[in-house]
T-cell receptor
């Protein structure tokens, strides 16, 4: 099975500052990796995903993430955050050979301070 | 119209009651999932289904059952609700093993 660790439960950041949300995974097989965003009182929306190919993945709303196999990480970054980025962010992993289940991290609450 | 809908959106019930949460999708996906979200625990998989005749237990299936009535419908039941089943429940669908699209969630409170 796979697992995901999101070390930072809460990340406050000032508006227009850069942000990095950390995600580390554990797996004995090759993986697919995902970042989802959950705005207040809404469902989860896919930000970006890594399936194969380039390790730098660009997503919606100016976010990007880099897959680092040696460090088993998939950190999410944005160079300049906006108030509207305030939300909960979830990293998820799925095995490429199984793919039956997504395993989610516990989430990181990003708060953008004006 | 939303692609994945969940009903009800909010429900308050009492311990011991039977509850059904419903999920419908217009995306034509074969794969459907039920998750629960608890603060600090993220999302955990309850059940999943790859087609009408296929039902699989997830990480935390105890106390829950599901029914896949059609490709577009996947219901989650709590036969006898208990307070620790108070949570936010999400349905998701997917066309392949590397995509999942989520519904808006059902907030369930068991008193």
């Amino acid at each position: 099975a796979q697992s995901v660790t999101q070390l930072d439960s809460q990340v406050p950041v000032f508006e227009e500052a850069p942000v990095e949300l950390r995600c580390n995974y554990s797996s004995s097989v090759s993986v697919y990796l995902f970042w989802y965003v959950q705005y207040p009182n809404q469902g989860l929306q896919l930000l970006l995903k890594y399936l194969s190919g380039s390790t730098l993945v660009k997503g919606i709303n100016g976010f990007e993430a880099e897959f680092n196999k040696s460090q088993t990480s998939f950190h999410l970054r944005k160079p300049s955050v906006h108030i509207s980025d305030t939300a909960e962010y979830f990293c998820a992993v799925s095995g490429t050979n199984t793919g039956n289940q997504f395993y989610f991290g516990t989430g990181t609450s990003l708060t953008v301070i004006p | 119209d939303a692609d994945v809908t969940q009903t009800p959106r909010n429900r308050i019930t009492k311990t011991g009651k039977r509850i059904m949460l419903e999920c419908s999708q217009t995306k034509g996906h074969d794969r459907m999932y039920w998750y629960r979200q608890d603060p600090g625990l993220g999302l955990r998989l309850i059940y999943y289904s790859f087609d009408v005749k296929d039902i699989n237990k997830g990480e935390i299936s105890d106390g829950y059952s599901v029914s896949r009535q059609a490709q577009a419908k996947f219901s989650l039941s709590l036969e006898s609700a208990i307070p620790n089943q108070t949570a936010l429940y999400f349905c998701a669908t997917g066309p392949t093993k590397n995509e999942q699209f989520f519904g808006p969630g059902t907030r369930l409170t068991v008193l």
